[in-house]
């Protein structure tokens, strides 16, 4: 397999879908450009790597289509100067995106075993302002302080409201809402003073957020 060409032929057709989908923030599509998601998939599937569907990833878990990656990350408005937290590393490869766009990322996962292979991925790309750390993004706290964006590919209950905290005023947090036997929501947060303005986007059906790093892997 060509994975130059592969790569060539799947962004070109990803651009074709943003565009029908209303998505032509340059930036976004520069960042995705910079970003090969080649790199980022098993060997296996490195011929699927930009299409819709979901592929499975190290530690029984899977990365969302490209397109609902991509969503996610318009509906976040992303810009230059911004510090964003992402709670599910996964494979790292929405983690990359948003560090060709935003100043600083720090991306956690439950699973060291992704943690560690993401770092590995980021540094082969010279991507020095991302920050990889390992548990479940809701005890974690350093320096980093607050943030502009949060990403969180994972579904809540109910609405987050101790994340509130972890974000700047305005700021704004991309998430699902919805228990697992429940049709889930995929929902954008924007903080007004100390609470959450909520807006409902479309139906998606994400894992919950379990607690915790993983014992073993």
């Given at each position: 397999m060509n994975i130059?060409?592969?790569?060539?032929e799947?962004?070109?057709?990803?651009i074709?879908r943003?565009r029908a989908e209303?998505?032509?923030?340059?930036k976004?599509?520069?960042?995705?450009?910079?970003?090969?998601?080649?790199?980022?998939?098993?060997?296996?599937?490195?011929?699927i790597?930009y299409?819709s569907?979901?592929?499975?990833?190290?530690?029984?878990?899977?990365?969302?289509?490209?397109d609902?990656?991509l969503?996610?990350?318009?509906?976040?408005?992303l810009q230059?100067?911004?510090?964003?937290?992402?709670?599910?590393t996964?494979?790292?490869?929405?983690a990359a995106?948003?560090?060709a766009i935003?100043?600083?990322?720090?991306t956690?996962?439950r699973?060291?075993?992704?943690?560690?292979?993401a770092g590995?991925r980021?540094?082969?790309?010279g991507?020095?302002?991302?920050v990889v750390?390992t548990?479940d993004?809701?005890?974690?706290?350093?320096?980093?302080?607050t943030?502009?964006?949060?990403l969180?590919?994972?579904?809540?209950?109910?609405?987050?409201r101790?994340?509130?905290?972890?974000?700047?005023?305005?700021?704004?947090?991309?998430?699902?809402?919805?228990?697992p036997?429940?049709?889930?929501?995929?929902?954008?947060l924007?903080k007004?003073g100390s609470?959450?303005e909520?807006?409902d986007?479309?139906?998606?059906?994400?894992?919950?957020l379990?607690?915790g790093?993983a014992?073993?892997l």
């Open positions: 130059q060409l592969t790569e060539k799947g962004f070109a057709a990803l074709l943003l209303g998505i032509t923030d340059k976004l599509i520069m960042a995705v450009e910079k970003t090969p998601r080649s790199r980022f998939v098993p060997h296996a599937y490195r011929d790597a299409s569907r979901t592929i499975p990833i190290e530690c029984g878990e899977v990365m969302e289509g490209v609902l990656c969503q996610m990350l318009h509906l976040l408005d230059p100067g911004q510090r964003v937290l992402e709670i599910g996964g494979s790292g490869f929405t995106v948003m560090a935003v100043d600083r990322v720090v956690i996962d699973y060291r075993t992704l943690s560690a292979q590995e980021f540094a082969d790309l991507l020095d302002n991302i750390a548990g993004g809701r005890g974690w706290s350093d320096e980093e302080g943030f502009d964006r949060i969180v590919t994972a579904a809540f209950d109910d609405m987050p101790s994340f509130a905290e972890r974000l700047v005023s305005g700021g704004m947090m991309i998430t699902a809402i919805g228990e036997d429940r049709p889930q929501s995929l929902v954008r924007t007004i609470r959450f909520r807006e986007l479309f139906p998606v059906r994400f894992q919950p379990q607690e790093a014992a073993i």
